[in-house]
């Protein structure tokens, strides 16, 4: 395959063979589009500049006042300047006609640079290097990229300029291969190690995932500037070797070697990576040794680093002493504040902003409208919405995604509606939106048809729409319509993307199509571990908890590690079944692994000791990991204690949780109302139901008002049960009218009984266990004749009760 003909999108079946030539042969169609769109943009524009612009016969001073208006961007004294050359006559100077293209295209007006260029008698390599990076800095990478391959066709051979920007673009549009082409093309004109060109095919590499690649070119180069040296410690970053990316820092460090801005905004991604904020202040107090000084984008990247790694404080403090302050700045600010739940402080800092006259930009509307999407609160993003719309950036594509996440996530699907309808342009990024919102509220049919209607937009589904609409076909167990999209995503190259893969299975295992599921999962040549985790936590929850552990051990005989994730599904399956020596076998990996002190994984481990009869590892594992003060883990605990009829101890660690100025959940309370239950505790348990209103402001869940039914039903306190049923803030559900039942049951209460049965089968005809229970209730009464009625009526409606079953270890 030659370069002309080479997939430039990335690998697979999403990329498509485009003959740059032909695009090249249609630049004249393209330029006359580009005029149209652009032309009412930059027409309102305006700058500082004389209205009549006077030039003697002087190439020199068109090239300055054509530099003057690219450095300020000002396309009206540019075509002003331009018109002046026409006028003068230096149409065919080249020199004159170069500094055209570069005014245009730094000035984002890349249809003009190419009419220039289209225009042009003669051509030289200045003329072709610009019009490259012209197209590559505004974003059209194919098109910079048949401008290149034309440029060699004609005999020249390409600069660094020209070399350093084709890498760029090979970058942006995934296209490796050619990436290679460039590279080798780069060593045969012996252009490698060009401190330039050197750096941009290490950021092409990095970006690509290549970093074994980007290792060789570095350790290659003669003569290492700083640029380079940049671009290994961005490399790393960008493939997530935060560690590698700090340690070519301390080299540097070591042989003295100048820091710049961007060694330090680099350095920061790694230290991001790495997670340590102790590396990030390290590296903080070498940007104030620096010579570098205060730099606003310096400190923007400081500020996102202290955020991300839990220093909101120091961040806050490198914002208040930032003199220039930039609307990144802010950005970084209200993207740190809103990782937390303080609504009050995102609105004083964005009053703050409005005070400095800087206007907010679309990354700012599309933050707090995220923001007030997790938060729930649609009242803030409202107003936020009044006030993107006085801004004039309410219809950007951005924005409008992030409305419709905020509305879906408050559960305003019709307002969540009515942003999509009324945008001017749908992008896949809208529609992916609009999807999740409909998953989220439940709205999945409609979701599957807004997938369903994609061609009809003229849009492409990428790997979240078919994550997404793979979620809906699971919810409503459309199994035609998953397997068809099944073929579509393979059609599409998306099979082995890590989501899509994940949400596959997840559906075929959840259709119960185990076999199907292996077949697939078999068949994918490289499995994330993501998709491991899916697997294993589809089987886990389908019940098939024989395969998940036989998974777990296929991938450690892959030589994968297990994450927390994997970790918690398994201690699930194993507390399912309790299977106390594959518990005792995980938790052993678990430490050797050094999971032992995260917390979803610590509850999972106590949980599932408690589930397999031992109390006191459970409690072993509670003590070492206490000290995190987390609530996740003393609900556990509670609920271990309490399942195990230990229901002092589940008080107690119930009270010591309150010493250590935790505030209990909900969950908490299911935990320690339930141990009084099982104990007989009946006043006790009562107090704790009342106390979540009377001392934490906390509405009681239906799962809460469920164990206080218990509490009253087990007890005796029948009629109390009764009433809390019939006035609690939810209508009954069939496991409360079973608990109601169950008591009448235990203290025989055949009145009731019958009430509640009645009850039961109104909401559930065909459920076998209100049968069950009421015959029961007749037959602690003595009343034989009822309860062989009930059985027989069971019979006559065709149900049976499933037979009891143990697991037992070998």
């Known amino acids: 395959m030659g370069c002309e003909e080479m997939v430039v999108g990335g690998g697979g079946g999403r990329g498509s063979t485009v003959p740059f030539v032909s695009k090249l042969n249609h630049l004249s169609l393209f ?57 003068l006559g230096f149409c065919n100077d080249i020199f004159s006609q170069n500094n055209l293209i570069r005014m245009y295209t730094k000035c984002g007006f890349l249809a003009g640079g190419l009419k220039v260029f289209g225009e042009m008698p003669m051509k030289n390599l200045v003329s072709w290097t610009l019009v490259v990076s012209g197209a590559v800095q505004n974003g059209e990478f194919e098109m910079g990229l048949g401008v290149y391959l034309e440029m060699i066709r004609t005999g020249l051979v390409p600069n660094e300029f020209a070399l350093g920007c084709v890498t760029k673009a090979c970058a942006a549009l995934g296209g490796k291969e050619l990436g290679l082409c460039v590279h080798c093309f780069a060593l045969k004109v012996g252009m490698e190690k060009n401190p330039f060109v050197g750096s941009s095919i290490l950021n092409m590499y990095a970006k690509l995932g290549d970093i074994e690649d980007a290792e060789r070119v570095f350790e290659c180069m003669d003569n290492l500037v700083v640029g380079c040296w940049n671009a290994m410690i961005g490399g790393y970053a960008q493939c997530s070797y ?27 991604k790694g230290c991001l990576v790495v997670g340590n904020l102790n590396f990030g202040r390290q590296i903080h107090g070498l940007i104030i040794q620096s010579e570098v000084g205060f730099s606003t984008a310096v400190m923007n990247s400081l500020m996102d680093m202290y955020f991300k790694n839990g220093g909101g404080l120091y961040a806050l403090k490198v914002f208040d002493r930032l003199q220039d ?23 004083r800092f964005f009053h703050k902003l409005m005070l400095t006259g800087l206007k907010p930009n679309c990354v700012t509307f599309s933050i707090l409208f995220r923001f007030c999407g997790e938060a729930l609160d649609l009242v803030s993003g409202l107003q936020f919405h009044c006030l993107a719309f006085r801004f004039g950036i309410s219809d950007e594509a951005s924005v409008t995604s992030s409305l419709i996440n905020m509305f879906s996530r408050c559960g305003a699907m019709r307002m969540a509606c009515l942003v999509f309808d009324s945008a001017p342009f749908k992008s896949i990024h809208t529609c992916n939106e609009m999807i999740s919102g409909y998953n989220l509220n439940c709205h999945n049919a409609e979701a599957l048809n807004l997938f369903c209607n994609l061609n009809g937009l003229g849009l492409e589904a990428d790997e979240c729409t078919f994550s997404s609409a793979l979620e809906a ?31 596959l299975l997840k559906c075929y295992v959840g259709f119960g199509l185990l076999d199907d599921s292996f077949e697939f999962f078999n068949g994918v040549e490289r499995l994330d571990l993501v998709s491991w985790g899916a697997m294993i936590s589809a089987l886990v929850h389908k019940g098939y908890s024989s395969e998940a552990i036989g998974l777990l051990n296929r991938l450690k005989e892959a030589g994968g590690k297990p994450d927390e994730f994997i970790f918690g599904s398994i201690f699930n399956c194993c507390a399912g079944i309790a299977a106390y020596r594959q518990t005792k076998s995980v938790h052993s990996l678990v430490v050797k692994m050094g999971y032992e002190a995260h917390v979803f994984v610590a509850s999972a481990v106590i949980d599932a000791y408690a589930k397999c009869g031992d109390i006191e590892n459970a409690r072993r594992v509670f003590d070492q990991t206490s000290r995190f003060r987390d609530v996740i883990l003393f609900n556990t605990m509670v609920m271990a204690y309490a399942h195990h009829g230990l229901v002092r101890e589940a008080v107690e660690t119930f009270e010591k949780m309150k010493l250590a100025t935790l505030e209990p959940s909900q969950a908490t309370f299911v935990s320690v109302i339930s141990a009084c239950s099982h104990l007989g505790l009946v006043e006790q348990g009562d107090i704790f139901f009342k106390s979540m209103n009377l001392d934490y402001g906390m509405d009681p869940s239906p799962d809460n008002y469920g164990c206080l039914v218990d509490l009253f039903s087990r007890n005796g306190f029948l009629e109390d049960a009764k009433h809390i049923i019939e006035t609690m803030p939810f209508p009954p559900w069939p496991a409360i009218w079973r608990s109601l039942l169950n008591g009448c049951r235990i203290h025989g209460n055949k009145e009731l009984g019958e009430w509640a049965a009645k009850k039961l089968l109104q909401l559930v005809p065909e459920n076998d266990a209100a049968y069950v229970l009421l015959s029961k209730v007749y037959s602690e009464e003595g009343s034989w004749s009822d309860a062989a009625k009930v059985r027989k009526g069971m019979i006559e409606r065709g149900l049976w009760k499933d037979p009891g079953c143990s697991w037992i270890e070998i």
């Not at 700090?246 to 070697?257: F, N, P």
């Not at 599409?492 to 949400?503: E, K, L, M, N």
């Open 242 to 268: 935060g560690f590698e990316s700090l340690k070519i820092v301390s080299v540097m460090q070591y042989k003295g070697i100048s820091m710049d801005a961007f060694t330090f905004i680099n350095a920061l």
């Open 473 to 503: 076909c699971f919810r409503t167990e459309n199994q035609k319509l998953g397997r068809q999209m099944h073929g579509t995503i393979v059609k599409s190259g998306f099979a082995s993307q890590g989501y899509v893969c994940s949400s």
């Open 325 to 347: 302050k930039d609307i990144i700045s802010w950005n970084t600010v209200f993207a740190g504040l809103s990782q937390g739940d303080d609504a009050r402080e995102i609105g």
């Open 31 to 87: 330029t006359n589009k580009m005029l149209r769109n652009q032309h009412h943009v930059y027409t309102s524009k305006s700058c500082n500049c004389s209205s009549s612009l006077s030039f003697r016969n002087d190439p020199t001073a068109l090239s300055t006042a054509l530099t003057h208006s690219a450095n300020s961007k000002c396309i009206l004294l540019g075509s002003q300047i331009h018109a002046q050359i026409i006028k």
